[in-house]
T-cell receptor
């Protein structure tokens, strides 16, 4: 169906280690969005990927969109305690138009040991 | 102004009460949303307003009633809620890309 599978569900790292979360779909995605939600906070939009094979960087965060547009990843280099939170990927529902309905992954919760 | 403002931040209400959640944005976004989020779960879509008209209702019980008075404001009227309705209620807006979420109303139904 249109679900997105996000793995891992949880990740616990030492500060300074790298972290990656993956988002996979069985159907081709028109685009994919990534959000971060801090504990007790609200989702914050990070990025939208649209093009096949796209790679975008935001400081220590690297986002990739697969060549077949069926998967995406978020990689954090040298994690810091400020990276703690849950990272969600989200895809637009087919035929919803203009991202008006998103289907969300279950999220990856990142814990960072100082 | 790049924010979505939600009030109140916290709300405790009894099952017979009527209350309203409010949301405001001044980014000129033409789509506005109500989401419900339970702990450790992704946000769950409730309603979508597009150009001030209700375009999506995700089979939400009638005890939740949305209203869009104008392009900047979105309300969610609550009546006769159940304890299982306790959750974080998020408002969001968007144009063509990512969503901007408000900080939410943490609702407890007693």
């Amino acid at each position: 169906g249109q679900q997105v599978m996000q793995i891992p569900q949880y990740q616990h790292v030492q500060e300074g280690e790298d972290f990656t979360t993956y988002c996979n779909s069985s159907t081709t995605l028109s685009n994919i969005q990534w959000y971060k939600q801090r504990p007790g906070g609200h989702p914050v939009f990070l990025i939208q990927l649209v093009k096949s094979g796209e790679v975008k960087k935001q400081k220590r965060l690297t986002f990739q969109f697969g060549e077949a547009k069926k998967n995406s990843s978020l990689h954090i280099t040298a994690t810091q305690t400020t990276d703690v939170g849950t990272y969600f990927c989200a895809r637009p529902r087919l035929n919803a138009g203009n991202n008006r309905k998103l289907i969300w992954g279950l999220g990856t919760s990142l814990a960072v040991n100082p | 102004d790049t924010e979505v403002t939600q009030t109140p931040k916290h709300l405790v209400m009894g099952m017979t009460n009527k209350k309203s959640l409010k949301c405001e944005q001044h980014m000129g976004h033409r789509a506005m949303y109500w989401y419900k989020q339970k702990a450790k779960k992704p946000p769950e879509l409730m309603f979508v307003y597009s150009y001030e008209k209700l375009s999506i209702n995700e089979s939400v019980p009638s005890r939740f009633s949305p209203e869009c008075p104008n392009s900047s404001l979105l309300n969610l009227h609550l009546h006769a809620l159940q304890p299982e309705d306790s959750a974080l209620y998020l408002c969001a807006s968007s144009q063509a890309g990512g969503y901007t979420f408000g900080s939410g109303t943490r609702l407890t139904v007693v």
